[in-house]
């Protein structure tokens, strides 16, 4: 039996009565009994106390939110859980879809709105921060559960977490974190503004104990002595993308399982499909007992890994630190292989909230008695006592070891110990420290609040400056920023004041603001008013039409820092040909950067638009070009990667052209949409499913009130790993690429261009790449196209190269498994009597999610 029909069928007179249902549903359904610190957290709740669980990893604060929802929703109430990442907030929509039921239930993450009128709410910090702005009931919630509470100290998005406690006065808070700290000030100032009394849930000891040690040897030694001792899986947690996967690779020589292990494991994979590159060395790693698990991943590999580990199939596994924001990973023994990380600004040491939350994963209720988290020397102390040992063992005689040579440490290092270690596990997480903002939605969404009097709209404002938690002269500088804005919005019309009959000044807004204005991708407005500046009759209004929307995207960085690397380079070889000297070269290169299509325009049209809409002030414009690249070049999503050698960061490629698409598709209104413009948008889509299908299908699929399609959903997110849907979790079905003819088509035309453009610049090398292995080589395409440029100057590859006329396709072998084609090269001269012949293999197509082309002939032919 589930809450929800409980619920159905009991009406709760007391809130002790909820409380004791819950308790019994506990044990009933989940043969749990509360431990002290969750019977004092969900007893604290139904007395109607403000929470403050800060409990370690492993006390089962997910119970206690459950727990919070049910007596909520017991006395009529509406309630919201948030997280930091919508992955998150997605995982824990299903579970408690499958507590409450799914009418109770409903999520909102920007990507997806899903019954957002449901009594319990799972949303992002950043849409329940926007609600409270917007809303003076805030929807009607009365409790807010949040996750993660830590993140209220993050530079950036710190901002979301304590909007709440400033604004929903009438709400009760559980703020849950494994790592808050000191708390007692929030604690009180939260009891200040709701009028409710507020627990401090702390200082439970874990029901898995953690042992703390500081190994001075190397992790492959430590590593072989953790699964002679049988205390793994271990966790390797690096602060690096790469030195994860290296230290995977090196750890490969290692016989981490047996061979019975390494058959179970194959079983599992099954059919699984891994694609070239960083693929073809997780599958052999994986196969090995090593896993990697890191943001820069394929989804799917991501959850190939955390499904084997589930099933206790990886007995190492190497990755980052995002195994501390929620990654169900069952680990006995978490490996540190450093404790410095870069900021993204310097190297510094970890904060004591760091360690203990990459710590904290350590020990799996029910499984261990104990969790191991063992600290690694830098490498550097390692070598020089292992030196010191050699010296040591060579004395003989009684004679005094001759010194070892110490290694010293990189230039720039900074270092750290055993002492350092030991001060980190003795201290408490750091105070949290509070990171509001003003912005422009901000003041605009408090205007726009459906205050009339100017006074309230003032009165919002003190309380989101004067009375956060900054310090004082932090406060004026959020004041005078917030009068500057104001005077901004006046300026521009988009806020007028007037006095009634009363006398009373009146503010009110001259604009409607979309419903989700301040949410996911805020410039979508911009980016319809810029498609109509455009011509629709242009050749490359489809393209254009792409770049605008590229504009409104945040920026892929590993692509956009490989795109100016590779532009920089280019622009380097032709200065050096150009014998342009060094000094000009290097202040030539300052102005080389990615490629950034409609710039000019853009940038005009956003400075123009910035008058109506000053909020968008808030956001950057940022033009740029990847999926409009690949386009250009022809390109598939392996293309991509291998031609920026993307292969660590595939994942983030795929995530961005997975936005892409969304936001293309979505944005875009029908009636600007053009056929080339909708035969791409079909491509963007098949390829993103192609690589990894779960980043469209999961979004479909929880937009689908279906209760099939929500299990569908859970079993490409991964949470499903029992029975027949752990399966499809675990190698979920492909899906022919051949079922959307139309993106099929240009996913073909877009092959055979790029053999096209490559005949034009006569790079051999790049066919044979293409061809060699299916019996076209280079020096076959080095003799077919000296013929062609016996008879023409040059291969045309303009937009008129790329005509959907001059690919001629014959299907009537489909039953016999290909198609025959004709890619006919432009000439200069019009005459069209030269083509690429060969066929597509459909089968292999299938297999390899992308056309399979074999090359069999280029020449002359009787038009």
Known sequence: MNLGTILDSTHFDESDEAFAAFEEWAWEERALRLYPAQEEAVLGIALGSNVILAT?????????????????????????????????????????????????????TGDTSINPDAPILCCTAEILANLAIRDRSAGGITQVVMDEFHFYAEPERGWAWQVPLLLMNDAQFLLMSATLGDVSELADDLSRRTQRD????????????????YEVAPAHEVVEQLIEDRETPAYLVHFNQSHAVEQAQALSS????????????????????????????????VRSGIGVHHAGMLPRYRRLVEQLAQRGLLRVICGTDTLGVGINVPIRTVVITALTKFDGEKMRRLSAREFHQIAGRAGRAGFDTEGDVVALAPEHEVENAKSAAK??????????????????????FIAWSESTLEKLVGSQPEPLVSRMRVTHSMVLGVIGRGEAREGDALQTMRTLVFDSHEPRPAQYAH?????????????????????????????????????????????????????????????????????????????????????????RGEA???????????????????????????????????????????????????????????????FGFRDLVSFYQLGRAEGGVLRYLSDAFRAIERTVPEQAKSPELEELIDWLGELVRQVDSSLIDEWEALSNPDPDAHRRARALLGLDVDGAEAAVALAPPTRSVLTNQRAFLVMLRNALFRRVQAAAFERYDELAELDAARGFGEQKWRDALAGYYDEYDDIRVDADARAASLLELDRSSAP????????????????????????????????????????????????
């Open 56 to 108: 370690p990893t492993g006390t089962g604060k997910s119970l206690v939110a459950i727990g919070a929802h049910f007596i909520a929703l017991a006395e009529g109430r509406r309630t919201v859980y948030t997280a930091p990442i919508k992955a998150l907030v997605s995982e824990k929509f299903f579970d408690l879809v499958d507590v409450f039921g799914a009418d109770r239930v409903g999520m909102v």
């Open 198 to 213: 507020t627990a401090l849930v702390t200082g439970v000891e874990r029901p898995v104990p953690l042992t703390f040690s």
């Open 254 to 285: 290692i016989r981490i399982v047996d061979r019975a292990g390494r058959d179970e494991i194959a079983a599992a994979i099954g059919d699984f499909r891994f694609s070239t590159g960083f693929g073809s060395t997780l599958s052999r790693l």
């Open 391 to 412: 010296a040591a063992a060579k004395a003989t005689g009684g004679k005094k070891a001759k010194p070892a040579k110490k290694k010293s440490p990189p230039q720039g």
């Open 479 to 567: 004041a005078r920023t917030a009068i500057a804005i104001f005077r901004t919005l006046r300026q521009g019309g988009i806020v007028e004041v007037h006095v009634d009959e009363r006398g009373q000044r009146l503010l009110r807004l001259t604009v409607d603001l979309q419903s989700n204005f301040a949410l996911n991708q805020p410039l979508s407005p911009f980016a319809l008013a810029a498609i109509e500046l455009l011509d629709p009759e242009s050749e490359t209004y489809a393209l254009d039409v792409i770049s605008i929307i590229e504009a409104t995207l945040e920026d892929p960085r590993a692509i956009i820092r490989a795109q100016e690397h590779k532009a």
């Open 572 to 634: 380097v070889a032709a200065m050096k040909a150009e014998g342009i000297e060094y000094d000009e070269r290097m202040e030539l290169l300052e102005a080389v950067t990615h490629p950034q299509p409609l710039k000019e325009l853009l940038d005009e049209a956003f400075t123009e638009y910035l008058k109506e809409v000053p909020w968008a002030r808030d956001f950057a414009l940022r033009p740029k070009s990847v999926v409009r690249d690949m386009i250009e070049r022809a």
């Open 816 to 863: 016999e498994g290909f198609w025959r084609f004709r890619q006919v090269l432009l000439d200069p001269n019009g005459d069209h009597d030269w083509a690429i012949e060969g066929s597509v293999d459909l089968a292999e197509s299938e297999a390899e999610g992308e056309p399979v082309v074999r090359v069999e002939r280029v020449g002359p032919f009787a038009g």
